[in-house]
């Protein structure tokens, strides 16, 4: 008997970013809101328990920038810095962070870029949202909707 207790799942985001030449290092985005809940128990209400990974990320960029990011996982709505600008998170909000993963926009598709990084990035929540901030490690100059992330993740149910 094979007991699947597993649910793989993807979570398109696209962030609002400053439309302002970056700097090398600066906080691209911050905080955006990865809402999980309804697809990890649905029906439950939102101080559920949810366990899962982080499978891969890709991006497409619409600005055509062809920028390497880092991205950050967070597991509580905390703040990674000023948008463009050096991240300054503090100690205690740190100690949200699930993880990072470097991803490149560098396949070039004529007028935008794609890139996509596997990752296995494990976190344990209670309630229904995980957060991606981003930082940039270029100097891009995008629109205020240039990036789209595309999120897969395995969730378990029933946990």
């Given at each position: 008997?094979?007991?699947?207790?597993?649910?793989?799942?993807?979570?398109?985001?696209?962030?609002?970013?400053?439309?302002?030449?970056?700097?090398?290092?600066?906080?691209?985005?911050?905080?955006?809101?990865?809402?999980?809940?309804?697809?990890?128990?649905?029906?439950?209400?939102?101080?559920?328990?949810?366990?899962?990974?982080i499978?891969?990320?890709?991006?497409?960029?619409?600005?055509d920038?062809?920028?390497?990011?880092?991205?950050?996982?967070?597991?509580?709505?905390?703040?990674?810095?000023?948008?463009?600008?050096?991240?300054?998170?503090?100690?205690?909000?740190?100690?949200?962070?699930?993880g990072?993963?470097?991803?490149?926009?560098?396949?070039?598709?004529?007028?935008?870029?794609?890139?996509?990084?596997?990752?296995?990035?494990?976190?344990?929540?209670?309630?229904?949202?995980?957060?991606?901030?981003?930082?940039?490690?270029?100097?891009?100059?995008?629109?205020?909707?240039?990036?789209?992330?595309?999120?897969?993740?395995?969730?378990?149910?029933?946990?």
């Amino acid at each position: 008997m094979i007991i699947e207790n597993f649910r793989t799942i993807i979570v398109d985001l696209i962030p609002t970013l400053d439309v302002g030449i970056y700097a090398a290092g600066d906080v691209l985005f911050d905080r955006s809101i990865l809402d999980i809940g309804n697809y990890a128990n649905p029906g439950q209400n939102a101080v559920q328990k949810i366990r899962g990974r982080i499978l891969s990320v890709g991006v497409l960029d619409k600005d055509d920038q062809g920028v390497t990011m880092d991205l950050c996982f967070l597991k509580a709505d905390v703040s990674l810095g000023i948008v463009n600008a050096a991240p300054s998170i503090t100690d205690a909000d740190a100690e949200n962070i699930v993880g990072f993963v470097t991803v490149a926009a560098s396949k070039d598709l004529g007028g935008c870029r794609f890139g996509q990084a596997d990752c296995d990035i494990r976190f344990s929540i209670t309630g229904e949202t995980l957060y991606l901030a981003g930082i940039t490690l270029g100097a891009p100059t995008h629109t205020a909707f240039g990036l789209k992330f595309r999120i897969v993740l395995e969730l378990e149910e029933g946990y």
